[in-house]
């Protein structure tokens, strides 16, 4: 499909490759427990968005001091 051609795209396109893929796939835990009605996988979706926006945040601070 689409997806994974975009996801290789991307990853040549860009340093953030990890952050992007991981929010991505964290959007797409959530969506798929929003389908099942997984409050477990809604949850861990959110959870892999906010861990890995923290960890570029606090972590990595890009373009901080």
């Known amino acids: 499909m689409l ?3 975009m996801i290789l795209v ?3 396109a860009s340093h953030l490759t990890l952050f992007e893929i991981a929010l991505v796939i964290g959007l797409l835990i959530g969506i798929f427990g929003h389908i ?3 409050r477990a996988l809604i949850i861990t979706g959110i959870l892999l968005i906010g861990a890995v926006s ?3 945040s606090f972590v990595l601070q ?3 001091h």
């Open 62 to 64: 890009p373009g901080g």
């Open 54 to 56: 923290a960890y570029f």
């Open 10 to 12: 991307a990853a040549q």
């Open 36 to 38: 099942i009605k997984s």
């Open 3 to 5: 997806a994974p051609a």
